[in-house]
């Protein structure tokens, strides 16, 4: 039902945007998405078999077991869909590193949920869901700030702004550091502590302490600090203040 309903969604966004015809390059099984919006069609991505692996150089790289994809994201909408070579999507042997710092999309309704658990009440309930969703979609995928904002829509856009800023932060080379056991430990901890999805968490930043890492993790809009040793042992994880 979840899955019809985004669907649904994705496709009735396309009616009347006047969004060119998808390019050659597009794969047929992805054309009808060029020119959805960001959220229904990355959602609808996923349910095709797709996972987002890595964001960088302005696109964000799919991969579905076979094929990798391009994705670039303008006003909120899915502008093109390129096939691209595995290798970016750091598969096949062709760019180990592309993979590195890859990131998996947490998403709005976990981001909600989130959000409402840290402040303790519903902020108004219905009302206020739909405009942090609003708000949070537009931080999220580049839309231009409404003006005539609400109190959810700022709270969900400033959220939206600072998922984007984690995802880039998780492919630069200063988020590569560290051991990959203290990494994938810290990984499974800072989901654990944000009540996540296993694989929402990526590492943001590291700096070495005394033979262990100290790793910032981001999981959606949230982050925390983990510390790990080389085995990849967790010892602590706190909040990020």
Known sequence: MMRRTIAALAAASMIGTGMAPAYAKTPG???????????????????????????????????????????????????SIDKADAGDCGKGGGNAAAAVGAV?????????????????????GADHDSEYSRGYNDGLYGGQYDRH????????????????????????????????GGRTACARRAD??????WGSS???SQREQRGSHVYTMATGSYRSVCTADASGRVI????YY
Not at 117 to 123: A, E, I, S, T
Request: charged share 25%.
């Open 236 to 239: 602590d994880i706190q909040p």
């Open 202 to 204: 990526v590492v943001v």
């Open 192 to 197: 654990e502590f944000q009540n996540a999805p």
């Open 29 to 79: 099984s992805l054309s009808d998405l060029v020119g959805a919006r960001a959220p229904g069609a990355e959602s609808e991505m996923q349910s095709r078999g797709y996972k987002m692996e890595t964001f960088k150089n302005g696109g964000q790289y799919w991969w579905n077991g076979d094929t990798c994809v391009r994705v670039v994201v303008s006003q909120g909408r899915y502008a």
């Open 104 to 124: 998996a999309v947490v998403g709005l309704i976990a981001a909600l949920a989130s959000h409402k658990k840290k402040h303790g009440d519903d902020h108004g």
């Open 149 to 180: 904002d609400s109190e959810g829509y700022h709270n969900g856009y400033m959220a939206g702004e600072t998922e984007a800023a984690n995802r880039r932060m998780a492919n630069r080379p200063y988020a590569r550091g560290g051991t990959d």
